[in-house]
Structure formats: C-alpha cells, structure tokens
C-alpha cells in the first residue's frame, strides 16, 4: 500500500482518492461532473497480442507489399455509401463542447487521410460543413440544432441511441459552454446547465425506431447511409435490434469512450469494456448473416495501430476516435502544463472538459482560449497521428500475412489474461484455451 | 391538382414528387397535390421543402409531414406517431385525432389538431405553435424549450415537465403539473398573442377562458453548495 510514511497503512477500501471524492461530496452536495472517459482499468487491448506469421503462416513484405486500408459503409441500402481511405473515422463531438476551431481541424486532419468526421449534439455548423469533406450528422435525443436542410448536407446519418461513456443517460453541457452562438443553435436560455434527453422524443423502442429509419430515408431520397450508435452494454442484442431496424452501419461504443460532461459514477460503473463488446456484436452479425454486409465501427480507447489492428482482427470494419483525436490536437499537453497548474489539475490528467476552461482552446468556448487554438496545425497533427496509426496497423497486418486490414481474423489474436481470452473471445497465449468454450 | 393514388403509387413516388418540387422555381413550386389510399402508411408527405399544398384524404401513420417545411399538409383523418415532428415552417392539419409525440422538437410553423392528442404533445418543442382543440395526453410539452402549446380542452398528468422556455394556455382541467411548472399570470400580450394564434387555427375559442403555464426555472442550473471545512 501506497503510504506517505513507513507505518502508515492506506486503506484499500478508503483510500485516498475515495476520501478526497467523500469530500467533495460533503463540501457540494452534487456528483462530479468531468470529462474524459472511464479512468479505471478494465480488459483492454493491451490484453491480447498479434500471432506474427513463421512456419505456418507467410508474412508480406513490411515495407513494399500492398496492405490496403480503404472501407465502405452503408452499402446495405444507401445509394451513396461512404467511400473511406482508412478504417479510422473521426467520433461525434459536437460543437459547444468543443470549439469551432477544434472542429475545424478535425475537418482538416481527417480530409486530409480520407476519413470523416462527425458532428455531435447541437447541430450542424457552416464552418465544420465547409471543412469535412465527409461529415456523419448525428441524429441525438435532443434534437438540439436539428434541421432537415443540415440533414440533406450530410454524407450519412447516425441515430445515437447511447454513448459508450454513458449508456441510458443523457448528455450535459454545463452553463459556462452556453454562449450566445450555443444557445441559439440549441434553442436554449444562455447560461442554463443543459441536459441532453435520454431517449428519443418520438419513438420508443425497435419497431418504432425501424419507421424513423424510413421517414429519414425517405427526407433524404434513400441516397445516404444510416448508422446507428450504441452504448456498449447488452450489445448482441442492441446489433440484432439496430439491424432489424435496418441500420446500414452499427457504431459500438465501448465504456472507455470519452464524454464531454457526464457524471463520474456514470463513467466508471455503466456499460462494459470494448473489448468484451466486439465479439458479441460481431456474433450477433454473423447469426443474421449481415456480418460485413451492415459494417461494424468500434469506439471506445483505440489509441494506436495496434488497437486499430486488433478491432478489425475481431471483427470490425472500422473503428471511431474521439478522445485520442483531442490529444492529437493538443489536449493535455506537456506545453500548457502552468495553465492546467491554475486550474488545479496537471497535463495528462485534465479531464474537466465541462467547464470550458481549456489551455489548449480545444474544450472551450472561450474566444480567447480558442485564439490559441490553430486549426492548421492541428488538422496537420492529426492527420500525422491519423497515418502512423494506419501504418502501425498496417505493418501489423503484413507480419499476419493479410494484404487488407479487412483480412486480419480471430485466428491472429491470444490473450494475455484469461478475464481478456473470455470477453474477447480468443485463446489465452500458448494455450487452446478459450474460456467458456470446450477444447 | 396531382392527384396520388397510393393503391397504385408508393410512398417513394409520394415523396420524390414533393422533394422535386423544391428544386422548381417559386413561381413553378406551389402547386397542390391530393393523396388517396393511405390508409395508415407511415413517412408520407415528409421533408416537404416548397409551397406545395397537400391534402391527404385518409388516416396517416407515424411521421406524417416529419421535418415539414413552407407547405401545407391536411390529414382529413386522424395521425399516427410523430406527426410534424420537428417541422421548421408551414402548416400541417389534422382534422381527426393525433397520436403521441405530436409536433416533437418542431422548430416553428403551425400545427393544428382538430381532435385529441395523445401523450407527449409538443414534446421537446423548440419554436413551433400546437394548437389542440381537444385535450391532450400525459407529459405533454415535456422538456419543451420554445414556442407554444394551446390546448382547447383538458391536459393530462405532469403537464410541462422540465419546462424550459416554450408558453402553455389550457382552456379546461390540468390533472397534474410536472417538475418546474406552474401557473402563471395571464397579462395582456398573453391574450394578444393567444388570440392570434387561435385565429390562425380557425378557432373560436375565447383567450379569456384560458389559464397560462410556464417555467419557474428551478431546473436551469444544478445547486452547488460550499460547505467547505
């Protein structure tokens, strides 16, 4: 136990970051609202490991032979499906949580790569339209900003029914964030301590949800894909009800998917880990035959080319970034160590994305923080993050021997744990050993 | 008159028919078209996008005149779920009964509902005016940010729940309050603005018998206490 002297002895139960939260408690009376996602440690990727090809197996060359990268979603009904040059796509966060400036450069950064981004709660903005060359209008319960002239723009829409973070709860965007431009396009009072509905105001479950699949079909002519998000918890059922309804792409967002405001206890103890997701959306795909027919997106903590590797090794089309597109643009970095200081927190722990006070001019509304904030270079810093992470994946594939991502398998993949082997499906490392399956 | 069978035509031929109509000139859009046969068929005449006046001689389902903009659509029957959800402009008239969710998160326009609605009514509203010359379901205007609701007859339990912006006038019984909302004095731009709108809606109701409702703003920010040692 950590002690700050011999002989003392820190609780594990109360230890102190559990007084410090009691604290807080006392001293407010709310629960903390932060930013971020879940900080616990749960199976991750880090669990499982790559099978390289040797004698039984016959690698490509890694740095000459073709590994292509390019996916197509929506193909199921939409006549104008998405055509992506690589598998990562940028993650819905919306403007009013992040800044205009932020927005911009993730329009740049994924243009840049040939992926796209997506809008967020609150609508569409001319700005983030004009920068994103394929933009997902995201079609929220709240229905803040919702415009069919926004939705006949958009190159694909995505029905969020949860979010990794906070599956079953609404979202929050806390009074500071509400600017005049903010409130406006959310027809809101400026200043109000927002809260984002939890469901849907005009359907209440599956079938249901299948007719305004067909009402928006039908606004927008049946030319654009529909995606429909989940919140990773009862996931094999969510896919085989999101396909029913007649998704055309299904986004799983795993509990390690970021947030710009939600409760702290929402973070850590709601939904399961994206690991333990994929494998039953993907079993649930393959039971309705419609496996790699309705494309499969994973969010939730990829963070490099090896996560990327591994949720297409497991099933997935494609996978979302939010949180890791951030970092790129600047967030918590090293150079606004003395602002985070002020704010009582520390570069690589800020996480109070709510409060709208952000150094780095990316979670804010601020207009002198985000003057800091240079779309330029942040589009080109995510567009490098963008490549190396598709490299990295890439190089990875080529040692599994597959000329496309889309071809990495199960079969490449063990795991380091068996709480990993189980959720993921895959046998413990030098073992035939698949938890819950007989050898 | 373009006059659409739906015993013959599908909803797609419907739509694809309205939607072109908003890439015709404005002297060319306004036109009127007639729709028979409905008999229930969910997403007719939704994303209207021009002048076009729409007369649909039978019952609708779900999303009738969903995300409606600039025309006019009549139901000469009653409504499905969602009708004129979110509309932006225009007018949409049912003359028979609505069912949930009418006029959800609409942003502006006109909707008027001859008979009842159900629960949800002005759900979410952000801009738009519901007139209901009958009574309305449960949770009605819940959560509903701007514009109004003008309900002829009774309104049902939690009336206006998390209210944020948007006016309510009830001619008859409120069963119940929701969270946030209250009475509020009626004052004489309230009756001004109450005689208009039932104007608009051919009603012959008299501003007077109405009682106002609104927000009291206790949800709009969280308490934050400071009981700091």
């Avoid at chain 1, 970051?17 to 990727?45: C, S």
């Avoid at chain 2, 002005?122 to 509903?144: E, P, Y």
């Avoid at chain 2, 946030?180 to 004489?188: D, G, I, Q, T």
Wanted: proline share 4%; hydrophobic share 40%; with cysteine.
């Amino acid at each position: 136990m950590t002690t700050e002297q011999p002989g003392l002895k820190e609780s594990a139960t109360f230890d102190r970051d559990t007084l410090a939260e009691i604290d807080r408690a006392a001293t407010t009376g709310i629960y903390d609202i932060r930013g971020f996602g879940a900080k616990r440690k749960v199976p991750h990727f880090d669990d499982l490991l790559f099978l390289g090809a040797s004698m039984s197996r016959y690698p490509l060359e890694g740095y000459r032979e073709t590994c292509a990268t390019d996916v197509v979603l929506g193909k199921r009904f939409a006549k104008k499906p998405l055509h992506l040059d690589i598998p990562v796509t940028i993650a819905g966060m919306s403007f009013g949580a992040l800044s205009g400036p932020a927005k911009e450069a993730l329009g740049r950064g994924a243009n840049a790569m040939g992926t796209s981004t997506t809008t967020g709660d609150g609508g569409m903005t001319p700005e983030e339209r004009g920068h994103s060359k394929t933009l997902v209008y995201q079609y929220l319960p709240s229905r803040y900003g919702m415009n069919p002239n926004d939705l006949r723009k958009a190159d694909a829409i995505e029905i969020v029914l949860g979010q990794g973070a906070k599956p079953g709860g609404g979202g929050m965007l806390m009074g500071q964030k509400i600017t005049d431009r903010v409130a406006a396009m959310r027809t809101l009072p400026k200043g109000v301590d927002q809260r984002s509905a939890c469901r849907h105001p005009d359907w209440t479950g599956p079938d249901d949800l299948k007719i305004k699949v067909e009402e928006l079909r039908e606004i927008t002519d049946w030319q654009i894909p529909i995606f429909m998000k989940v919140g990773a918890t009862r996931t094999y059922y969510d896919v085989k009800l999101a396909v029913k309804a007649g998704a055309d792409v299904i986004v799983v967002d795993g509990m390690q998917g970021g947030t710009a405001a939600t409760q702290e206890v929402f973070i850590e103890h709601v939904g399961i880990p994206t690991l333990a997701a994929i494998p039953q959306a993907v079993q649930a795909l393959q039971e309705m035959g419609m496996h790699r027919k309705v494309q499969l997106i994973v969010s939730g903590g990829i963070r490099n080319g090896a996560d990327v590797a591994k949720c297409m090794a497991m099933g997935a089309d494609a996978v979302s970034i939010g949180t890791a597109a951030l970092v790129a643009l600047g967030c918590n970095h090293q150079k606004f160590s003395a602002a985070y200081r002020k704010l009582g927190s520390a570069a690589g722990f800020y996480d109070d994305y709510q409060e709208g006070r952000c150094p780095a001019g990316i979670s804010t509304q601020d207009p002198e923080l985000m003057a800091s904030f240079d779309p330029v270079l942040g589009g080109r810093r995510l567009a490098n993050y963008l490549q190396c992470i598709v490299l990295e994946a890439q190089t990875i594939a080529r040692a599994c021997g597959k000329s496309h991502l889309h071809n990495l398998e199960p079969e490449d993949l063990v795991a380091l744990s068996v709480e990993a082997a189980a959720m993921a499906r895959v046998p413990l490392a030098g073992t035939q050993w698949i938890p819950g399956k007989s050898l | 008159m373009n006059c659409f069978d739906l015993n013959q035509q599908s909803v797609r031929e419907l739509n694809q028919a309205l939607h072109n109509l908003a890439k015709a000139t404005p002297e060319t859009a306004a036109e009127k078209f007639e729709v028979l046969n409905a008999r229930g068929a969910h997403a007719l005449a939704c994303g209207i996008n021009s002048s076009v006046d729409v007369v649909i001689k039978d019952h609708v389902g779900y999303y009738c005149a969903g995300m409606h903009q600039c025309g006019n659509v009549t139901v000469e029957g009653n409504a499905g779920v969602g009708v004129a959800e979110n509309m932006m402009s225009g007018v949409v008239r049912v003359q028979g009964n609505a069912s949930q969710a009418a006029g959800a998160t609409a942003h502006g326009g006109l909707l008027v509902v001859e008979g009842d609605a159900a629960a949800r009514c002005g759900i979410s509203l952000k801009g738009a005016d519901i007139v209901v010359k009958g009574n309305v379901g449960h949770m009605s205007c819940f959560m509903a940010q701007a514009g109004t609701l003008v309900v002829c007859g009774d309104a049902g339990d939690n009336l206006g729940d998390s209210l944020y912006e948007a006016h309510i006038y009830v001619q008859g019984e409120v069963k119940s309050l929701g969270t946030a909302c209250v009475e509020k004095p009626m004052r004489s731009e309230h009756l001004e603005a109450l005689e208009v709108l039932l104007h608009r809606a051919d009603s012959d109701a008299n501003p007077l018998g109405f009682k106002r409702y609104g927000t009291d703003r206790s949800l709009y920010n969280f308490h934050i206490d400071n009981a700091q040692l």
